[in-house]
């Protein structure tokens, strides 16, 4: 043995004594920190007035009072109708009445926030999905086919209600099917949705009739304008509605806002709008709305604005501080504008902030042009508008990753809007930056569609740290698809759903890329080039990855010798490494070792080259984390010694500097696996140890689990089954207290 590796293991005692105390205590530490999922139910909450639809919750009831059977696939009910018809009160009143049938819980996912230029983010609405089931942050999968086998076993024999709502094919509906036939998923669509399961319950919904909508109307009025008082206009406004609940709500807070007016001048008001301007009825409605923002004696305010300019926001909803951005106002001003669209029926709020139903964004969009033909005031609100995110990105990637050098500068304040609270912990930065997630993604496509370059590659930048920690990929490396298992793994899904789906982290590095080339800027072309490689290989597109990273490496040696620059360099080879690293652990997954060492050797070369440029400019951290890459590359080609000799050089580099715990104590776990393969058994136990009392006192479970399973390993090569047992046992425990996968 080395005198490095005698450093690294040294302390027998002591290590032993940590070991020997981990043993006595494990079922009390677990028992005190084990995740108690229980179940949630996270329906919004049931329109306030609601009115017919009485044959449909019957049938609704009677498929989910149906006893279910042995298989894995749930009951399934659909309600197609017309946007604004009322598919989503429907399902939501029914959903609220049958909850206490479904005792582990009842969820409601709009695929509409999860949707982008016409294709929805699947994996993101899977994550949240086994985040509401219990699964943590570090547990869940990487890849879209293991989250959806995730959330197979999750709910595998429960009984769950589900409301998909907005669903435009069966393939996005197909993954988020629970693995129970004991389930129910309600499922609300435009249209009927034929290929989503032929034994599904269909429910077609129809727009109210005048006499239900009349008597919605009186119901939304609330006494001020008795229905009995004025029968003719009540009747009059109910026909300009067409029978659609969300008209209906439209043209009720209207008629309270201006209660002197009375019915009859809206309803003609209405009616002249049919005649005179061509208006659908619906569209009269929004229109008398939006009129209504306007004071008589004057041209625009405030509310007005804002209703046309909130379709400028890239995400599914708004932030007080966002509409403050988009208006050019302060809080006080945007929170008087918000309340005044809410009043007016034309803003609905739910968790997370303000949304615009679709028929109504729509209507905000024609507005906006008729008012700005030109585009100035659109214009004018982005610029704000990205201003104000790229700032608050920026400064969530500051507290989240710390400082570290970028191509882009930070920003000032927004004149007049105050900075997001992001919190004081990296932990409430990154739960900004996913509750925002849509939004700032889509904000890198915006930038670059206004000739805003220089924001587009700022923020793809900084969204980095949060795609490292938040990884949302349509496919895994060496998958075929998702041709799921029907029996005891899940549901049938018969087509792969992942094709036509969106990756938002590919969507915005490309966009950044382009944003680079057109500015010319040799360092964001390098680095905007080695971002998108990342997720280009995690699904398995290693052509494309090593395309963009070739290039990368090609213009990075077009750089002066500045250090900052050689940095670049040295990050760009060590992303090709990277690269080859994987596909190197692709191709002996498939069989092919001759291909997966010679992969291995590039990773090696690069991995080299990179070490030599970070010591060359002084950077330790960086030599170190290639000592780290090189060690990874000898154990996945099965060379041990080179591993242990790496791991444990590693080791002793990540120690020398100071806040690298984490690092030491992965490089003291990759250690003890090379010890092992090398039956240096007792060598082993030590810096395994260390590695499990650095996973406990970071709280993270999943590394816990992780390290437990190789304690079984050394247990089993050192012929002592009951301890192996052990281990295997806490290790599946952890697994199910946290939401992981049974293993294998």
Known sequence: MTEQTHNVVGGQARVESLVQAHRIDTVHVHQARALVHHPSFELPPESAHFVDRTDEQLRITAAATVPGGDGTRPRILTVSGLGGVGKTALCVRAGHRLAAHYPDGAYYL????????????????LIDLLRSLGVEQEWLRRDFRGLVRQFWDRTRGKRLLLVVDNVRSAAEAEPLLPASAASLVLVTSHGPLYDLDPAAEEVALAPLSTEHTVELLGLLLDGRHPADADPAAVRALAAACAGLPKAAEVAGGLARRYPHRGLAALAERLTADLHDRGSTPVEAVWDA??????????????????????????????????????????????????????????????????RQHALIRAHARRTARAADPAGTERAAARARLLHWLRRQTARADLLIAGPRATVQGELPPL?????????????????????????????????HADGRDEDAVALAESLWTHFLDHPRHAKSPDDPGISGPSGP????????????????????????????????????????????ARPLWEQGRFEEAAAELDLACALARLLDDSAEHRRMAGSAVDFRGQLALARGESALRQGERDAAQAHFAAARADFTTAR??????????????????????????????????LFAAARAEFTALPGRA?????????????????????????????????????????????????????????????DAARHRARAARLRAEHGGEPEG
């Open 110 to 125: 709009d695929l509409d926030e999860h949707r982008r230029d016409g294709l929805t983010d699947l994996a993101a609405v």
């Open 289 to 354: 709305a939006y009129a209504g923002l306007v004071p008589e004696e004057e041209a625009d305010s405030d509310a007005a604005r804002l209703h046309r300019l909130l379709p400028e926001c890239p995400g599914p909803f708004v932030i007080l501080p966002v509409a403050a951005a988009l208006l050019g106002r302060d809080l006080f001003d945007a929170e008087d504008a918000l309340s005044a669209l809410r009043a007016a029926g034309l803003l609905d709020y739910r968790s997370g902030g303000y």
């Open 415 to 447: 004149p007049g809007v105050p900075d997001a609270d992001l919190g004081p912990a990296r932990t409430d930065a990154l739960r900004w930056m996913e509750a925002n997630r849509h939004a700032l993604y889509g904000a890198v496509g915006l930038a």
């Open 489 to 532: 793994s899940g549901p049938e899904v018969s087509a792969d759903p992942v094709e036509g789906h969106r990756s938002d982290a590919v969507d915005a590095f490309r966009t950044a890329v382009a944003a680079a080339d057109r500015t010319g800027h040799l360092p964001a072309r390098v680095r905007t080039r080695s971002m998108l």
């Open 612 to 645: 030599g440029i970070q010591l060359g400019i002084g950077n330790a951290y960086g030599a170190a984390l290639q000592t780290y890459q090189l060690a990874k590359t000898a154990a996945a080609a099965g060379d041990h010694p080179a591993a242990a000799e």
């Open 662 to 722: 984490r690092m030491v104590a992965r490089t003291a776990f990759g250690l003890a696996r090379a010890l092992r393969e090398l039956g240096r058994h007792r060598e082993a136990e030590p810096p395994l140890a260390e590695a499990l009392a650095a996973a406990v006192a970071r709280g993270s479970s999943h590394d816990e689990a992780r390290i437990s399973a190789e304690y079984a390993e050394l247990a089993d090569r050192t012929g002592r089954p009951e």
